[in-house]
């Protein structure tokens, strides 16, 4: 369970790093949305390989409801986040508006690394080994994820010390939820981890396609799409 915790600590951490380069010295627009689509591919190639196939290879029935109440269960959470008002929580041009509402900052912010998280641990439990495609790829993506919001947020008047403390809840969370897919696949049956690792898939395949990849596109233009490619074949070979 310590070493899932850790992995999910290295992840998340990442976090950090993208809100110091934002408060040294923000790069482009461009590099950030290339960046953010590199990770998105790779996470969706972790994401069918490493997560999905073996899902189903486990237990269709399982693996299929898992994936599809995943995806709903992200779908949910996200669009009632978004009512409260945290739906520009990653974007460079919507952050700026959010200023006073922290809680759906933060609970946005959190929700969309939860899966990431849970997966870690999970996939640590089932496999005794850390999925790479999926550190690579969340790791990655994370940078200019928390660089763009940090990027916005400062804008609408957010501190340093504020800004650290909300990105600081957000690892605490992530290195929890590591834990818990950690322990979570440690006690349940088969059938258990395979719902379990089917449902972190559809979830994370809706936040990609739902937060991450119209980010990507919108900053990093008709290139990102090639980036994507580049990002899924290098998860791929890391699978």
């Known amino acids: 369970m310590l070493e899932a915790a850790f992995w999910g600590l290295v992840t998340a951490g990442s976090l950090w790093i993208g809100a110091a380069v934002a408060f040294a010295a923000r790069p482009g627009n461009r590099a950030i949305g290339l960046t953010i689509a590199f990770g998105s591919g790779a996470l969706i190639a972790a994401v069918a390989y490493e997560l999905v196939l073996d899902a189903f290879e486990t237990d269709f ?5 898992g994936f599809a109440a995943g995806a709903l269960s992200f779908y949910l959470g996200d669009w009632l986040i978004d009512r409260r008002g945290g739906h520009g929580r990653k974007s460079i041009g919507g952050a700026h508006q959010l200023a006073g509402l922290a809680s759906a ?7 969309d690394g939860i899966p990431e998280s849970f997966v870690l641990g999970a996939s640590l439990q089932t496999d005794g080994t850390v999925p790479v495609a999926v550190v690579v790829g969340v790791f990655v993506s994370n940078i200019p994820e928390s660089l763009s919001a940090t990027s916005g947020l400062q804008e ?25 897919g950690w322990w979570a696949l440690d006690k349940m049956p088969i059938g258990g981890g395979a719902f379990a690792l089917a449902f972190a898939a559809g979830a994370l395949l809706v936040m990609l396609s739902d937060t991450l990849m119209p980010e990507a596109f919108e900053l990093g233009g008709r290139e990102a799409g090639l980036v994507t490619a580049l990002g899924f074949a290098f998860g791929f070979a890391l699978s």
Request: aromatic share 10%.
């Open 61 to 65: 029935h399982f693996a299929a409801s």
């Open 105 to 111: 900052i933060v609970l946005g912010t959190v929700l």
């Open 156 to 180: 609408a008047g957010w501190t340093r010390g504020r800004l650290f403390t909300m990105w600081s809840a957000v690892v605490a969370a992530s290195v929890v939820a590591a834990a818990v």
